[in-house]
């Protein structure tokens, strides 16, 4: 049988970052990480997103000169590591991330990210929680942010999560205000 997945490379950095990394069939690299301090500046207040929490996410490192269509394998990969290192952690861990606003394609981020995780096997074993947040500049200006949590259908603080996430996510947007 072939695998649905890239094969990947599993890294741990002096940081205790923990990178996965894989090319495409086309010669693009990614890089899945899960950062233990990526939030821990935000988190702080909160003790199950702060004794439980990593900062996730992906980036294309190297963009391959080839245009192709779209890649499915990309999706299942990163679906195939976001499960694999999921089912290595405690029941409990929880995956925040949020999406890429530098460039003004979050939305389309969150989107794809959501149409990924629909369409996996991730969703019988585990929770995504994703929510908008929209600030206004002094200009009067809107900017769209998304954040979000995965964690396991087994995470035995599942609500306190859920009640930490929504005032972490509250407190984002009170400080952003002008």
Same mark, same amino acid.
């Given at each position: 049988?072939?695998?649905?997945? %890239?094969?990947? !490379? ?7 970052? !923990? ?19 990526? %939030? ?105 942010? %998304? ?32």
């Amino acid at each position: 049988m072939i695998d649905n997945f %890239y094969p990947y !490379i599993l890294e741990e950095d002096d940081d205790d970052v !923990i990178c996965y990394s894989f090319i495409t069939s086309c010669g693009s690299i990614y890089v899945v990480y899960f950062d233990p301090y990526q %939030y821990i500046e935000h988190v702080e207040n909160y003790p199950n997103l702060l004794s439980s929490g990593f900062g996730f996410g992906f980036n294309r490192m190297i963009r391959s000169k080839t245009i192709s269509n779209i890649d499915i394998l990309i999706y299942h990969t990163i679906s195939k590591i976001i499960s694999d290192f999921l089912e290595s952690c405690h029941p409990n861990t929880v995956l925040l991330y949020h999406c890429d606003y530098k460039d003004g394609k979050q939305k389309g981020r969150n989107k794809i990210f959501n149409n990924w995780y629909n369409k996996s096997s991730l969703k019988t074993s585990f929770i995504k929680r994703s929510i908008p947040i929209y600030i206004t500049s002094e200009n009067e200006d809107v900017t769209d942010y %998304y954040v979000g949590y995965l964690t396991s259908v087994n995470n035995s603080n599942k609500e306190l999560i859920e009640d930490e996430f929504s005032l972490f996510a509250e407190n984002i947007i009170a400080n952003k205000q002008p």
